[in-house]
């Protein structure tokens, strides 16, 4: 069975820095693509982040670039996101989903993900 455990999200001031751990089980974890959305109250779930099994590609949403960063670690079956210079706007439930087959015209549809974790609030105050 496939687990995606998310944690580390909180209450945080605006410009501070929070990172979120999502820890995978039941499956290689090597072998899949990673990403983070992120889910605001009233609004549609939004791509934040994703990282492919190469390390090496990442992508992310505009408004995040620059200050948020994606890595894996597959020896440990994580997929991290630091996040830096926090926006109140940043304020949603944060969500882990792996994908097996994550390409560059895929990364950013939540329809193409495999496995979704249950999700970690952060909640940046102003």
């Known amino acids: 069975q496939v687990q995606l455990v998310e944690s580390g999200g909180g209450l945080v001031q605006a410009g501070g820095s929070l990172r979120l751990s999502c820890a995978a089980s039941?499956?290689?974890?090597?072998?899949?693509?990673m990403g983070w959305f992120r889910q605001a109250p009233g609004k549609e779930r939004e791509f934040v982040t994703a990282i492919r099994w190469i390390a090496a590609n990442t992508y992310y949403a505009d408004s995040v670039k620059g200050r948020f960063t994606i890595s894996r670690d597959n020896a440990k079956n994580t997929v991290y996101l630091q996040m830096n210079s926090l926006k109140p706007e940043d304020t949603a439930v944060y969500y882990c989903?792996?994908?097996?087959?994550?390409?560059?015209?895929?990364?950013?549809?939540?329809?193409?993900?495999?496995?979704w974790g249950q999700g970690t609030q952060v909640t940046v105050s102003s």
């Open positions: 039941g499956l290689i974890f090597s072998s899949y693509g």
């Open positions: 989903a792996a994908d097996r087959w994550m390409n560059s015209g895929s990364y950013y549809y939540a329809g193409e993900y495999d496995y």
